[in-house]
């Protein structure tokens, strides 16, 4: 999938969990460009088994499920690999809404008053979201490249259906998690596509 796929796929369902919970665009913006950083615009193994598009640790006070993977870390300004584990959702709005709620708390509530994308995610990564030192700048970095130039739109659920049909999404559960909340939409459309009609 390509970034702007990945955008164009998330962007409802992030909008939509916004709107839920009262998050400003400047928010659900700063959600997406993180979500593009920390899944690899959608192709990591966090994202494709668990749902999980931040890459948030699962500490013992996390009630729900974990996934278990490799990531790297910055400490003493040498990147490592380590094995961490992380919070897994059931769905990506699980995940973004989670996202949500950690940025609502105490540590990076500071980014819900932000005047700019910019500010919000200097707030968030200064306020020890990660542990690379350029993280703050690979977001603002994705946000300019791909979201603020290309504001996030509507999906092109004919184009999504076609793509699916060329085997970009996969199939089955996996289709299902990179479509998201578009999943039903861009299915009855492969389906009609598939049967001749149009």
């Not at 950690?102 to 005047?115: C, E, F, P, Q, V």
């Not at 184009?159 to 009855?188: F, P, S, W």
Request: proline residues 2%.
């Amino acid at each position: 999938m390509t970034a702007n796929q990945f955008i164009k796929t998330l962007w409802p369902t992030i909008n939509k969990v916004g709107d839920e919970v009262g998050m400003s665009d400047i928010i659900k913006q700063v959600c997406l460009a993180q979500a593009c950083l920390e899944t690899g615009y959608g192709s990591s193994g966090l994202m494709v088994k668990a749902h999980a598009l931040f890459g948030i640790k699962a500490t013992k006070a996390w009630k729900g499920k974990v996934y278990s993977a490799k990531t790297r870390e910055v400490y003493n300004s040498i990147e490592q690999t380590v094995s961490a584990v992380f919070r897994a959702y059931d769905t990506v709005a699980d995940s973004i809404r989670d996202y949500f709620k950690l940025i609502s708390g105490k540590r990076y509530a500071k980014a819900l008053t932000a005047k700019t994308v910019e500010d919000a995610i200097s707030i968030i990564a200064s306020s020890g979201y990660a542990t690379d030192p350029n993280y703050c700048d690979k977001v603002i970095k994705i946000y300019y490249n791909y979201i603020k130039q290309v504001e996030p739109s509507a999906p092109d659920i004919d184009q999504l259906a076609r793509d699916c049909i060329a085997g970009k999404y996969g199939n089955g559960e996996t289709r299902k998690k990179l479509l998201g909340a578009n999943y039903v939409a861009v299915q009855h459309k492969v389906n009609i596509l598939l049967r001749g009609g149009k």
